[in-house]
């Protein structure tokens, strides 16, 4: 019998359902669709919008960043989003290279420069004297990221009392978070310690960990460019983890939203999946969503930038 050679991918069924309320026609962006990247490939997608709408003159484009964004003009009424994903990623961990070096300013390639600087709720200006006292001292790009996490990991408490709305700086003195506010603060500090960092949301499977009963959501962590490369960090879990599937990069999660509604909107309803699978291909859409609670009667303006968060 021949045996064959240990696979180095796996496979993780992921997607999401919207429902929402519309009082009037609305523009909308979606910013939620996966693309092929090294270490990621889409092995099979679908989205349904009921009612049937088609993409505003069939508009699809790429941002600033290069996200995937769909444009739709959304009827008054209820609409809901499904979309629904295969894809194959690597079965290691995030890398961790200790020894990557920190690169001077003016040796950084003039696209990372923009991630150098405050944004909406980067605000990296305010917390830079606080960034350099905890870090400056640290040699080495790696370590003195990697010293970020650790500190905010041991002073941040996930979850109680947190908000959706806040910037790094008051994420950090209230001692509350989120992993949106995780990825945000950890993205300020590199920024204030000359590092650039950009906020990534996406989803994350719980591989090789304990399983997690809250409900899923979107997951946002960051990354930092070291070495020529931009490197995963994820100050909410702290430790390397299998599965991750990127769906956008940005300055913060204003330029991730997984929505932007052009008008007042209420989304009624919300499940996210993401989860390992020997399938390999997607069954009917009729048939095997997962089921999880779900999240109620929250505005759009209350969600916008929202990537939640476990």
């Known amino acids: 019998m021949t045996l064959s050679a240990p696979t180095q991918t ?17 523009p909308m ?37 290069g996200n995937l964004v769909w444009r739709v003009l959304a009827p008054a009424g209820r609409l809901e989003v499904t979309h629904d994903l ?13 020894g990557l070096p920190k690169a001077r300013i003016e040796e950084l390639p003039s696209e990372t420069l923009q991630f150098l600087l405050p944004s909406r709720y980067v ?20 370590e003195q990221v990697q010293a970020v996490c650790d500190h905010l990991q041991a002073t941040l408490q996930y979850g109680a009392l947190s908000t959706s709305a806040t910037t ?6 209230s001692g509350y978070a989120v992993c949106r506010d995780f990825a945000h603060t950890g993205v300020a500090f590199c920024r204030a310690l000359n590092l650039p960092a950009r906020y990534v949301c996406g989803y994350l ?34 430790f390397p983890r299998v599965g991750r ?13 997984f929505n932007t509604a052009f008008g007042s909107t209420l ?25 999880t609670p779900t999240l109620e009667g929250l505005r759009l303006s209350e969600l916008r930038g929202k990537v939640d968060q476990r």
Do not use: C
Request: proline share 8%; net charge negative.
């Open 10 to 26: 796996i496979r993780v069924r992921a997607g999401f359902e919207l429902h929402f309320e519309l009082a009037y026609p609305t």
């Open 29 to 65: 962006l979606f910013v939620v669709e996966p693309q092929e990247r090294p270490g990621q490939r889409i092995l099979a997608a679908r989205k349904q919008m009921v009612p049937d709408l088609p993409l505003l003159d069939n508009t699809t484009y790429l941002d600033q960043f």
């Open 86 to 98: 295969l894809a194959e990623v690597s079965t290691h961990p995030d890398p961790v290279l200790p």
């Open 123 to 142: 605000d990296s200006d305010l917390i830079s004297a606080e960034a350099w006292r905890l870090f400056g001292h640290i040699a080495g790009g790696w």
């Open 168 to 173: 790094a700086r008051e994420s950090y003195q």
């Open 205 to 238: 499977a719980d591989i090789d960990v304990p399983p997690d009963f809250r409900p899923m959501d979107f997951h946002a962590w960051f990354e930092v460019w070291l070495a020529g490369q931009w490197r995963t960090f994820d100050a909410r879990h702290n």
């Open 245 to 257: 599937i990127l769906i956008a990069t940005g300055r913060d999660a204003a330029d991730t939203a």
């Open 267 to 291: 989304l009624a309803k919300m499940k996210v999946w993401a989860d390992q699978t020997e399938d390999t291909e997607l069954p009917p859409l009729a048939a095997g969503l997962p089921v």
